[in-house]
């Protein structure tokens, strides 16, 4: 379970490279998919170029909310301000969503339309487009992925998905334009509603993440279960009586009660508790702050 520490300059100095490569990829993608597809006569395409536009937002959501997320704690937020990490993943979740539904009305009132014939073919151009999309977002979503969990950074990770659920778009734009091009104008305004859907999960699994870290969540039984067997590896500790754990941002808060022989002096007992306290410390960076409570046990 052994990790690297990230210092918090670190922490914000990576996560502002990957934001920084992120919103120039995105800029430059969604103004190319953009006007591929109006000189293509493609609604997929546009669809496709208002969720990387989306992204180039979202992005910097991120950035802000890791930006607060690194302060040092103050009198008023003792506890640090990781949460703010959180927030910038609810708001781009939202974001995300409303984006979603604004492409799924629009493919959904050309789907019920009927007028299919008056919809227009997409060019070549658009189909290009699409693949080179596919192409550019798998491979930043690789690269936002590795820095995630580098950093540890739920935004950032949330920014990841993103560029996977604008890959998944774009397949659904190179098939409904595709289809478009063999003869079925409709497929181009269905690849619009695939496109909606795509988006509108990738909004729910990033909504559902965040608010899992603020509401307390507990983490999740491999790390409870490695944490329990840290505790036991002291010779001194009887028994576990109480072992809760509780995501706060990106990091972890501990709450643990042991026993130890009750014949032991305080200053024997407070011993061990440290001893306990320093190792989980050392092989669980993650966790941020840990409360080790003694209670009397019999040999």
Same mark, same amino acid.
């Given at each position: 379970?052994?990790q690297?520490?990230?210092?918090?300059?670190?922490f914000?100095r990576v996560?502002?490279?990957v934001?920084?490569?992120t919103i120039?990829e995105?800029?430059?993608?969604?103004?190319?998919?953009?006007?591929?597809?109006?000189?293509?006569?493609?609604?997929?395409?546009?669809?496709?170029?208002?969720?990387?536009?989306s992204?180039?937002?979202?992005t910097?959501?991120?950035?802000?909310?890791i930006?607060f997320?690194?302060k040092e704690p103050?009198k008023e937020?003792?506890?640090?301000h990781?949460?703010?990490?959180c927030?910038?993943?609810?708001?781009?979740?939202?974001?995300?969503?409303?984006?979603?539904l604004s492409? @799924?009305y629009?493919?959904?009132?050309?789907?019920?339309? @009927?007028?299919?014939?008056a919809l227009e073919?997409?060019g070549?151009?658009?189909?290009v487009?699409?693949v080179?999309?596919?192409?550019?977002k798998?491979?930043?979503?690789?690269?936002?992925r590795h820095y995630?969990?580098k950093?540890?950074?739920s935004a950032?990770?949330?920014d990841a998905w993103?560029?996977?659920?604008?890959?998944f778009?774009s397949?659904?734009?190179?098939?409904?334009?595709?289809g478009a091009?063999? @003869?079925?104008?409709?497929?181009?305004?269905?690849?619009?509603?695939?496109i909606f859907?795509?988006?509108?999960?990738?909004?729910y699994?990033?909504?559902?993440?965040?608010?899992?870290?603020?509401?307390d969540?507990?983490c999740?039984e491999?790390?409870?279960a490695?944490?329990?067997?840290c505790?036991?590896?002291?010779?001194?500790?009887? @028994?576990?009586?109480?072992?809760?754990?509780?995501?706060?941002?990106?990091?972890i808060?501990v709450d643990i009660?042991?026993e130890?022989?009750?014949?032991?002096?305080?200053q024997?007992?407070?011993?061990i508790?440290?001893e306990?306290?320093?190792?989980?410390?050392?092989?669980f960076?993650?966790?941020?702050?840990?409360?080790?409570?003694?209670n009397?046990?019999?040999?």
């Amino acid at each position: 379970m052994e990790q690297n520490r990230i210092t918090e300059r670190e922490f914000q100095r990576v996560a502002n490279k990957v934001s920084a490569v992120t919103i120039a990829e995105n800029a430059i993608l969604s103004l190319g998919k953009l006007i591929a597809g109006i000189v293509g006569h493609s609604g997929a395409m546009i669809s496709d170029a208002v969720h990387s536009a989306s992204d180039v937002f979202s992005t910097i959501v991120v950035i802000i909310g890791i930006k607060f997320a690194s302060k040092e704690p103050d009198k008023e937020h003792p506890y640090g301000h990781e949460r703010m990490e959180c927030v910038a993943a609810l708001i781009l979740s939202v974001v995300l969503f409303i984006t979603g539904l604004s492409i @799924g009305y629009e493919a959904l009132k050309n789907i019920l339309g @009927g007028n299919y014939k008056a919809l227009e073919i997409p060019g070549p151009i658009a189909l290009v487009a699409a693949v080179i999309s596919i192409i550019v977002k798998e491979v930043m979503f690789w690269y936002t992925r590795h820095y995630a969990k580098k950093i540890d950074s739920s935004a950032l990770m949330a920014d990841a998905w993103h560029h996977r659920s604008d890959a998944f778009s774009s397949i659904g734009a190179l098939v409904g334009i595709g289809g478009a091009m063999l @003869g079925f104008p409709i497929m181009d305004s269905i690849a619009s509603l695939v496109i909606f859907l795509f988006i509108v999960k990738a909004a729910y699994d990033i909504f559902k993440d965040a608010i899992d870290k603020m509401v307390d969540h507990s983490c999740d039984e491999k790390t409870e279960a490695e944490l329990a067997e840290c505790i036991r590896e002291n010779p001194q500790v009887l @028994g576990i009586d109480l072992l809760h754990t509780r995501i706060f941002g990106n990091k972890i808060y501990v709450d643990i009660e042991i026993e130890v022989d009750g014949t032991y002096t305080l200053q024997k007992a407070h011993d061990i508790a440290e001893e306990v306290h320093d190792e989980i410390e050392k092989k669980f960076p993650k966790i941020k702050h840990i409360m080790v409570h003694v209670n009397p046990g019999k040999v």
